[in-house]
């Protein structure tokens, strides 16, 4: 995935379907945890809740938002309850593919994820990780602006100190990729697709 010619400053990699497959286990568990919370706390029946939740998640990309500007909710006790799903060991395995290839890249390697850092924090662990990476930006890191928001790009590059043109953005979500690009990043798109995008740099079927 590294060009020899260019030398990044820094890889920022998606977590959840990037680095590891979480669609099929950990993301259906979330979603009923949402769907439960936005049922009990705007006293909706449960129609009501599953179209609020998939609503702001297509609006904003993250349901959070959408609770918090329409609604009131309080963001981090939303997460706190949503992402609690007790042991999480069952839904991870331990990639010697994706640990060659993060050993194998020069610069930063940045975790940029809509996740809470006590969920970022417990799945390094279990995936073995956590070594090669230089941080695990959260939702909180962001100060709650959540991808695809510019803002949480922006201030990710104030922490670091760098510069979006010497950054390398690999994702599995095009909208994320979309403000990546626009900021100047380079683009890596993981994905299964064949979709042909004329303003992607590169795409790969798998890292793990």
């Not at 007790?86 to 290839?101: A, I, V």
């Not at 941080?135 to 104030?158: C, H, Y």
């Not at 990729?177 to 303003?199: F, H, P, Q």
Request: hydrophobic letters at 40%.
């Amino acid at each position: 995935m590294q060009n020899s010619k260019v030398k990044p400053a820094a890889w920022i990699f998606d977590f959840d379907n990037t680095l590891f497959e979480s669609g099929r286990e950990i993301f259906p568990l979330i979603n009923e945890r949402m769907t439960n919370y936005i049922e009990q706390n705007l006293c909706v029946d449960r129609d009501e809740a599953n179209r609020l939740r998939k609503k702001y998640w297509d609006q904003y990309g993250a349901t959070m938002t959408g609770l918090v500007r329409h609604h009131g909710v309080d963001a981090e006790h939303f997460l706190k309850v949503t992402h609690d799903i007790g042991d999480l060991s069952g839904f991870t395995y331990r990639s010697s593919r994706l640990r060659h290839l993060l050993r194998g890249i020069s610069g930063k390697k940045i975790i940029f994820s809509n996740s809470p850092a006590a969920y970022l924090k417990e799945m390094l662990k279990l995936l073995g990780i956590g070594r090669y990476m230089t941080d695990a930006f959260s939702i909180e890191s962001t100060d709650m602006n959540p991808k695809p928001s510019v803002i949480g790009f922006r201030k990710l590059l104030k922490v670091h100190r760098l510069n979006a043109s010497r950054c390398v953005m690999v994702e599995d979500s095009l909208v994320n990729l979309i403000t990546a690009k626009r900021l100047g990043m380079k683009t890596v798109w993981v994905t299964r697709n064949s979709k042909r995008l004329d303003w992607l740099d590169a795409r790969v079927s798998q890292l793990y």
